[in-house]
């Protein structure tokens, strides 16, 4: 089985950790032989082609990169359109060329800009689309996929919250069904090296004793960095350091923070000495080993919450915003702690509760890992994927899926 996967993106964010999971299990399929394009440069392809994936960029021109309507109005998304529409032709030529390169059997597509890319290209391979978003939060999209989705044999979500997103804005004709990310759990484990966070972030050894906490994301606005500063600066009395993990990885015009203004909002709130950002990190596992407390902060529905997951496996104390497909990953005050999305206040308390209690923190982290050994795990992921793409007709049809 020849399967290709389509992402926009080619630096490494959640939906791509995923797509080189789904390589790594091989979709499913024993043997299958993995492909890989992306709309742009950056590290993915090589993590990919490390796992043994061919890959290929085919670059979107900007004014293509910068369309999206996760923060903008509808008419401000067809202007984004337009604008684009003299560079389309060209571009996906050259995708189109790409992606027949690869003679796909299987194109799985993971990203809104790829399964609209995917839908249109004349190739007879089925189509899956792999959904890590919300569609109903994008007015224009969710509009071109419902009348694009004749093209799609199979929609996979990321969490039912998710999938019952898609029922609403997509035909009920169209095969969908929920599976879970996973994390490797051997990867992703309390033992092993500790990153340096101080030395990443430019700042002084902590003091001993003092309880490190983490805000591992990317710089997306709706990832809660806004609401994260405000509770650390809530915690003026305690001997805590904060570190923001992560950095603008889209192109996506107007969707996330930039580094300035970051950097701006610490000194707003008097936190310069207090809070580090480490940006982009390779070695994940280590960064979280560094910790005491990993926050989930997002201010919207969260599609899944990869960063939950894999700091439960690694055994920490995890904080999260119960939104969306997170209240999925586990249970308040058994796995993780709860804290209101948005609202400083709220994780400040939950954070307090868990710097008095260090006990506390070991206990809770060893039962987040057990949950996601259970729950999360690469084998768990392999199955539900095959069971998944066993629906998928040499024709391009899809059989019958309940919904």
């Given at each position: 089985m020849?399967?290709?996967?389509?992402?926009?993106?080619?630096?490494?964010?959640g939906a791509e950790c995923v797509i080189l999971d789904c390589i790594g299990v091989g979709d499913g399929?024993?043997?299958?032989?993995?492909?890989?394009?992306?709309l742009g440069p950056g590290?993915?392809?090589?993590?990919?082609?490390?796992?043994?994936?061919?890959?290929?960029?085919?670059?979107?021109?900007?004014?293509?990169?910068?369309?999206?309507?996760?923060?903008?109005?509808?008419?401000?998304?067809?202007?984004?359109?337009l604008a684009a529409a003299w560079t389309f032709p060209a571009f996906f030529r050259r995708f189109s060329a790409a992606v027949a390169a690869m003679v796909p059997q299987v194109i799985h597509s993971h990203g809104i800009k790829t399964h609209v890319l995917g839908a249109l290209l004349p190739h007879r391979a089925p189509v899956v689309w792999h959904l890590h978003d919300y569609l109903g939060m994008r007015t224009v999209s969710s509009r071109l996929l419902n009348l694009l989705a004749r093209r799609c044999?199979?929609?996979?979500?990321?969490?039912?919250?998710?999938?019952?997103?898609?029922?609403?804005?997509?035909p009920a004709r169209l095969p969908l069904v929920v599976v879970h990310n996973p994390v490797d759990c051997d990867r992703y484990r309390p033992e092993g090296p500790v990153l340096d966070l101080d030395s990443l972030s430019g700042l002084p050894p902590a003091p001993v004793g003092t309880v490190r906490i983490g805000l591992p994301a990317t710089f997306a606005r709706w990832k809660g960095h806004d609401t994260f500063l405000e509770a650390i600066a809530l915690l003026a009395a305690e001997n805590v350091r904060a570190y923001v993990i992560g950095a603008p990885v889209y192109r996506t015009r107007g969707s996330q923070w930039s580094q300035a203004e970051l950097t701006r909002m610490v000194a707003d709130l008097g936190l310069q000495a207090r809070v580090g950002f480490s940006g982009l990190v390779d070695d994940m596992p280590a960064a979280y080993r560094a910790l005491d407390i990993v926050?989930?902060?997002?201010?919207?529905?969260?599609?899944?919450?990869?960063?939950?997951?894999?700091?439960?496996?690694?055994?920490?104390?995890?904080?999260?915003?119960?939104t969306g497909?997170?209240?999925?990953?586990?249970?308040?005050?058994?796995?993780?702690?709860?804290?209101?999305?948005?609202?400083?206040?709220?994780?400040?308390?939950?954070?307090?509760?868990?710097?008095?209690?260090?006990?506390g923190r070991v206990e809770l982290g060893r039962r987040a890992r057990a949950h996601v050994l259970e729950s999360f795990g690469r084998e768990r992921f392999a199955a539900d994927l095959r069971l998944a793409l066993s629906r998928i007709q040499p024709t391009g049809k899809a059989a019958g899926v309940a919904r």
């Open positions: 020849r399967v290709t996967h389509l992402t926009p993106s080619g630096e490494i964010g399929w024993p043997g299958a032989e993995m492909s890989v394009v992306t590290p993915f392809l090589a993590a990919a082609a490390r796992l043994g994936a061919k890959g290929r960029v085919v670059e979107a021109p900007a004014t293509l990169t910068a369309v999206g309507d996760s923060f903008a109005s509808p008419v401000a998304v067809v202007r984004s359109l044999a199979l929609a996979i979500a990321v969490s039912e919250s998710v999938a019952q997103d898609a029922r609403r804005c997509l926050v989930h902060a997002s201010t919207r529905p969260e599609p899944f919450g990869l960063v939950i997951v894999e700091a439960m496996a690694s055994g920490r104390a995890v904080v999260v915003a119960p497909g997170a209240a999925e990953l586990f249970v308040d005050g058994e796995h993780a702690l709860a804290a209101e999305s948005g609202n400083a206040a709220a994780l400040a308390a939950a954070l307090r509760r868990l710097i008095a209690d260090p006990a």
